[in-house]
């Protein structure tokens, strides 16, 4: 069978509009290649349009930016100039180099970039590239809006709000200044002595997470001063500090058998919210009172949260324990 193109040649390959022919593609075929290069003869390509930006002109014009010398280009604004680019006329360099922050001292600037700089300079406001409105006023407003106030987090952290006691600064009251206790009961700004001093935002943010995230360890006091930290008992506390100084009266296996009577006698369930437990809570503090620490009938199960809240809070709070016991060695 002879190829199907013309070529003369015998057909090899079928293809799939079902032609036989001489090469696995049509386009391979010598009889389509002659037929294409006849097509090509005399063609001409299109001309790269280039997009306006300046045309030269031979007039005897000066330019129009001001630098006295002879224009010779002409842009789509109707505007003469002596270079192609209005930036590399010699006063507008000298117009555009205002620029007088920090590195890019000395540096060509655009228009919109001196606006900004002369509105920043002025304390005003300016319209950015985006068209959104920027400047030291914005910035105000959106700090105020976004600022803590004790009614939102009384919402937003109820467990924290619970814990910690807040209020607002009577000599700023208009600023909504928020104050809190230092942790350290010797400081003048304690709770015992009815102080109050302002903290800063990183550390109302650590105190929120410590107290309101399921990763958080219940720490990140509040104090006043490297001092007050220093001074705290529990500051930098990772351990009892009387656990090895205090005898225990029962093992661990007995304190275990204990545990485990008590959460299976609950059901496993919290006695104050009704969620799974994970601790067992001694109504008689262990420190003080270690004769009852096995008895089920002063014990009950609770959750992490609520045995935070309402196990271990005011008289039976580590740091209430902690002077006691001090108080007992002394």
Known sequence: MMCEYGCGQEAKHQLKNDKWCCSKSQNSCSSIIKKNRKGNLGSKRKPFKRKYIARHININILCDYGCGKTAKFEFQNGKVCCSKSQNMCSEMKLINRTN????????????????????????????????????????????LKNKRTIEGMLKKYPFF?????MRY???????????????????????????????????????????????????????????????????????????????????????????????????YKCQYCG??????????????????????DLAWSVCKKCHYKYGHKDECSTGTLAKIICKENK
């Not at 590239?129 to 006023?137: L, P, Q, S, T, W």
């Open 275 to 296: 969620e799974k437990v994970e601790h067992v809570h001694h109504e008689r503090p262990q420190k003080l009172e270690p004769f009852f620490a096995l008895d089920p």
């Open 161 to 165: 709000s619970q814990i910690e006691e």
């Open 100 to 143: 007088s922050f920090g590195k890019n001292k000395g540096m060509i600037v655009s228009g919109s970039t001196r606006k900004k700089q002369r509105a920043i300079r002025k304390g005003k406001n300016y319209i950015d590239i985006y068209g959104k409105e920027r400047g030291h006023e914005i910035k105000k407003k959106i700090s």
């Open 169 to 267: 600064n009577p000599d700023c009251s208009e600023n909504k200044e928020i104050q809190v206790h230092c942790k350290n009961n010797k400081c003048q700004n304690s709770k015992e002595k009815n102080g109050w001093f302002t903290p800063s935002s990183r550390q109302l943010e650590g105190r929120i997470e410590a107290l309101e995230t399921e990763k958080g360890n219940g720490g990140s006091y509040f104090y006043c001063c490297q001092k007050c930290k220093d001074e705290c008992i529990l500051y930098n506390l990772h351990s009892d500090p009387y656990k090895e100084e205090t005898e225990k009266s029962y093992t661990q296996e007995e304190h275990q058998t204990f545990r485990t009577y008590v959460l299976n006698r609950d059901n």
